[in-house]
């Protein structure tokens, strides 16, 4: 995300940054003074052809051949659907441009998952977040196509201007490895298309384009994946694999993309699979890769085999690497919250995690799930930074960092209930996911917007949705949420995964119901 002054916001990657904090800390128009009913709501919704699962990317000041500049959002959708529209204008209802990259996968498909397999609906195209490299502009967008010769994954590179194929692509995503793990052949693992799901948005570093993968309702046989292609030219330059002599281990982190730190090295989360504690097979882990995809680093919870057994996945969600330190914070369905060192994560130490800087329940274990599938964000203000999760069947809460370490009670928490009472408000899966909008460090200025379901649980089935604001120094201060005037700003079916993107004082949130919805200031 830039952050020059005086210069509009470019959103080019999941959450914002390549630490994936979710912040946008140059916005001065909204505020908690002004998100309110009475001033703050939906402004226009662009029609799509498809479910959205990947976070909208804004891009200001986009030369249009014939047009001049306009500032355009991109989103994409489950039917191979690429849009470019423009983001501020009600008036310009039409795309700027679509693309399509070709035929989805109706569901329910016996290739991919059997048929009581609804953790997605209708069809397969692309799952993932794109990516934006704003100097060259180029769009790089990943999808999934059934053809007549079979399940393929495929990776664009589209003009941001025009949405046409450039740097010679597509290119198919395909490799065979040494491995002797599920469903090897004579020591080689094959990648298989059809067992494999593209949820982890892509990263774009090190002049690379990075792609990590798990699969569909955990059917085996089945890895974690990730690629490496060149930017410029989109030929493969590496691959990596979890689980190469066991199985699963997949990258799913809710849509998350890899975090990148300043050398370049990739953290990602691993979801249950196999693991040895040399490091050679790292389901349940917290994996450090550098630029060319070789092995650095890693850590796993002493608890793995549980956690392994229970599918209590530690990749539920991604990492975010905490700007201004070496530390990382994630954590994932058992609803603990893991501090590493970057420059030593720990490995696995049996009976403890005491080699780690911390380790802590962010919600007490009880009789319900406290998974966390949307990550942590950020926001530094006076006081030292703080840090926001929404766990599943709690409430959204925040912790302060100070003197490297998290305090392990909230320093603010919501009071929010879902319309039968529950609190957090919605029922189970998959809590609220995030972003966080402020004025630099101005402590009047930060905002916490979420998107989750509105009263029930979307692990398996397409619900009603909800967009929520918070002020970020007070969570007990809901200043608006879309249910307050349904009438006028209802989302419509929640986009599961899909955190707000919160940029030049509006916010961009798709739905399930076919449309993409750009809030800000009316009246």
């Not at 051949?65 to 489950?78: F, N, S």
């Not at 991919?112 to 195209?125: L, S």
């Not at 002049?207 to 569909?216: L, S």
């Not at 089945?222 to 281990?249: I, K, M, N, Q, S």
Request: net charge negative.
């Amino acid at each position: 995300m830039q952050r020059t002054a005086n210069v509009p916001v470019a959103v080019t990657t999941q959450h914002n940054d390549n630490r994936r904090t979710g912040l946008n800390a140059c916005e001065t128009t909204l505020h908690p003074g002004n998100v309110s009913p009475a001033s703050f709501g939906r402004l226009f919704s662009r029609a799509v052809d498809g479910h959205v699962y990947a976070q909208p990317l804004v891009l200001p000041g986009v030369e249009l051949p014939g047009r001049g500049p306009r500032d355009v959002v991109y989103v994409a959708t489950m039917h191979n659907s690429v849009y470019a529209f423009d983001a501020v204008d009600p008036a310009a209802s039409a795309p700027l441009w679509r693309t399509s990259l070709g035929p989805s996968c109706p569901l329910p498909d016996p290739e991919i998952g059997p048929p009581h397999y609804r953790d997605i609906a209708v069809e397969v195209g692309v799952v993932s977040t794109s990516v934006i490299d704003a100097v060259r502009q180029v769009l790089y967008v990943l999808a999934f196509t059934k053809e007549a010769d079979g399940h393929h994954h495929t990776l664009h590179a589209l003009d941001t201007r025009t949405g046409q194929p450039v740097l010679g692509g597509p290119v198919r995503v395909e490799a065979n490895v040494p491995g002797t793990g599920d469903g090897s052949v004579g020591g080689r693992l094959a990648f298989t298309s059809a067992r494999q799901i593209q949820r982890s948005a892509l990263t774009l570093a090190n002049g690379t384009v990075y792609a990590a993968f798990a699969a569909y309702g955990d059917r085996s046989p089945y890895h974690g994946w990730v690629f490496g292609f060149d930017a410029l030219t989109l030929r493969r330059t590496g691959v990596y694999v979890t689980t190469p002599g066991t199985g699963l281990g997949g990258i799913w982190q809710a849509g998350q993309g890899l975090a990148v730190d300043e050398a370049g090295c990739l953290y990602f989360m691993t979801g249950n699979g196999g693991f040895r504690p040399d490091g050679s097979e790292l389901g349940d882990s917290v994996v450090k890769l550098r630029p060319d995809l070789t092995p650095a680093d890693w850590f796993s919870p002493f608890n793995n085999a549980e956690l392994d057994a229970a599918d209590a996945d530690l990749g539920s969600a991604g990492p975010l690497l905490i700007p201004g330190t070496r530390l990382l914070l994630g954590g994932g369905k058992e609803g603990k919250f893991y501090l590493l060192d970057r420059e030593a994560m720990g490995h696995f130490h049996a009976g403890s995690d005491s080699q780690i800087p911390q380790s802590f329940y962010v919600v007490a274990p009880d009789a319900n799930s406290h998974h966390i599938h949307g990550g942590p964000v950020y926001w530094d203000l006076p006081g030292g930074p703080w840090f926001y999760v929404w766990p599943e069947n709690a409430f959204l809460r925040a912790y302060r960092f100070s003197g490297g370490r998290l305090d392990v009670s909230p320093v603010s928490t919501s009071t929010t209930t879902d319309p039968t009472g529950v609190p957090g408000g919605s029922p189970g899966m998959p809590g609220g996911m995030l972003s966080v909008s402020a004025a630099g460090r101005d402590p009047d200025s930060g905002l916490v917007w979420a998107s989750h379901p509105w009263r029930e649980n979307a692990n398996q089935a397409v619900v009603d949705g909800v967009l929520r604001a918070y002020r970020a120094r007070d969570l007990t201060d809901e200043v608006w949420h879309s249910r307050m005037n349904a009438a006028r700003d209802d989302v419509g079916k929640f986009a599961k995964f899909v955190p707000p993107t919160v940029a030049n004082g509006r916010v961009y949130l798709p739905s399930f119901s076919g449309a993409l919805h750009v809030y800000g200031l009316i009246g």
